[in-house]
């Protein structure tokens, strides 16, 4: 007896031969519409940097031939790999302190009363006026950069975590009670469970905030890396190196929530339909 084909199966197979289903029309005019407006963004661009009105935008082509010729020379990718380590380094520090804390901020009315206002105060905070005690107590070496790109992400996931724990249903909760579940069993079989999508939502957006923070720990606390880039170009008067650098920034940025975008996705795969 052959197996019956799931409700995914029979959706992209419903043709007849087996084959696929066409691309839905909304998603060919998404990139109709996105690719005619990078291509008028790029041709305003290029046209309004060749007109001389303002030395500070180059022309679009000279801006790509500095990017592929700071792509070529390595300058730029030695630079990613210095930003790249200080990111690395401060993301995982807020990962290990940000989400066992919010856990237990979640779930223990002590530390919600004693932890949860700092941690809110902490969250509207601007990073940027932490630079100078940072750079008093740790130095302007790497290991300021990583603590200051650290605080930068440290309470996006915080929160997220905190709002995971107490999204965790009520009547699971009840249930898992009535039938004597220990504390521990609760945890790690309810509680932890029903966190995870909003604690992998906080982990995601912790990638981008951590970009920034170390880009502007490389820019405002030490100038090293891509920050060293991007301002060395701007002191000289470079400008298409300076927009170069900037676009490479970006575009690194963008890699990385895509990546993040994609663990995103295998993670919670399970909970969708």
Not at 12 to 22: F, H, L, S
Not at 193 to 199: E, F, G, H, R, S
Request: a positive charge; charged letters at 10%.
């Amino acid at each position: 007896m052959s197996a019956r084909p799931s409700t995914t199966e029979s959706i992209v197979t419903q043709n007849d031969g087996g084959a696929r289903a066409p691309i839905p029309r909304w998603q060919v005019w998404g990139w109709v519409l996105r690719i005619g407006l990078l291509f008028a963004v790029i041709s305003l661009w290029q046209w309004y940097g060749s007109s001389g009105d303002s030395f500070a935008i180059a022309p679009f082509t000279d801006v790509m031939a500095a990017l592929w010729d700071g792509l070529v020379s390595g300058d730029f990718l030695v630079a990613a790999g210095g930003t790249i380590l200080t990111m690395a380094l401060g993301y995982a520090i807020a990962v290990v302190v940000g989400v066992p804390l919010g856990l237990w901020i979640g779930i223990s009315p002590f530390a919600r009363n004693v932890l949860e206002p700092l941690v809110h105060a902490g969250y509207a905070t601007p990073v940027s006026l932490m630079i100078p005690i940072i750079g008093i107590y740790t130095g302007l070496d790497l290991q300021g950069r990583v603590i200051l790109t650290a605080l930068w992400c440290v309470f996006e996931i915080l929160v997220s975590t905190v709002s995971g724990v107490r999204s965790a249903p009520v009547n699971l909760i009840e249930m898992g009670r009535s039938f004597g579940a220990r504390k521990m069993s609760m945890y790690s079989k309810i509680i932890l469970p029903a966190a995870a999508p909003l604690i992998i939502v906080g982990l995601r957006i912790g990638v981008g905030r951590a970009m920034r923070g170390a880009v502007t720990a490389e820019l405002l606390l030490a100038v090293a890396n891509l920050g060293e880039v991007i301002l060395f170009a701007g002191s000289v008067f470079d400008i298409p190196r300076l927009l170069a650098g900037i676009i490479f920034v970006m575009a690194l940025g963008l890699i990385m929530m895509r990546l993040a975008g994609i663990f995103e996705r295998q993670a919670t795969r399970h909970l969708r339909v």
